[in-house]
């Protein structure tokens, strides 16, 4: 069964600092990542998502992620992290083909201050 | 409208009550995801729909939990008797196939809360 996992349940980061959200994802093959941001009062929303190719993915936002299959990692990351950034991110995994059945991680709440 | 759309947006209900649960997807949109998450939990997947038809209903928990989707279009997501663990905030997502060169779109979500 596919799972993810995300060690950090919280982090606090400081405005213009940079940031790496870890996510760990167990599945057979290679799987389909995403990982998605939930503010307050928003829905959930793809900041980006890989199925093949180039390990290294932009998104939307400035956020990067970069899949490491013999670490089994799909962590995010942004350069430079703005006061707006703060909300809830969420790693999931999917059964290659798409969106029919995908695995959310717990989440990571993310704290920006000034 | 523009975006999944979720009625109602919260809903009180008894313990042993019946909830419908409304969801409206992005026109045009085949797929169709319901989710549930639990406070302080990620969304749990409950069943996906293709047209008309669940393609995948692993996830619901019990017999209590039924989706419909008759016209391919609007679902609702039924709970007989409902328990107070049921209480969550259910998601409903759309994609225009159910293939990864789309996006799903998350609806804001029904607040339930079962007393």
């Known amino acids: 069964a596919q799972s993810v996992t995300q060690p950090d349940i919280h982090i606090t980061v400081s405005e213009g600092a940079s940031l790496e959200l870890r996510c760990n994802y167990s599945?057979?093959?290679?799987?389909?990542l995403f990982w998605y941001v939930q503010s307050p009062g928003q829905g959930l929303q793809l900041l980006l998502k890989?199925?093949?190719?180039?390990?290294l993915v932009q998104g939307i936002k400035g956020f990067e992620a970069e899949f490491k299959r013999s670490q089994s990692s799909f962590n995010l990351r942004k350069p430079s992290v703005h006061w707006s950034d703060a909300a809830e991110y969420f790693c999931a995994v999917g059964a290659p083909g798409g969106y029919q059945k995908v695995t959310f991680g717990t989440g990571t709440k993310l704290q920006v201050i000034p | 409208g523009a975006g999944v759309s979720q009625t109602p947006s919260n809903k009180v209900t008894e313990k042993g009550k019946y909830v419908e649960l409304r969801c409206d997807p992005i026109s045009g949109h085949t797929a169709l995801y319901w989710y549930r998450q639990s406070l302080g939990q990620g969304p749990e997947f409950l069943i996906y729909?293709?047209?008309?038809?669940?393609?995948?209903d692993s996830g619901l928990p019990n017999d209590r939990f039924f989706a419909v989707r008759p016209e391919g279009s609007v679902s609702t997501l039924k709970i007989q008797r409902t328990e107070r663990g049921d209480s969550a905030v259910y998601l409903c997502?759309?994609?225009?196939?159910?293939?990864?060169?789309?996006?799903?779109?998350f609806g804001q979500g029904t607040r339930l809360t079962v007393v």
């Open positions: 997502a759309s994609s225009l196939t159910p293939t990864g060169d789309t996006e799903a779109f």
């Open positions: 890989y199925f093949s190719g180039d390990t």
């Open positions: 729909f293709q047209g008309t038809g669940a393609a995948d």
């Open positions: 599945y057979g093959a290679t799987p389909y």
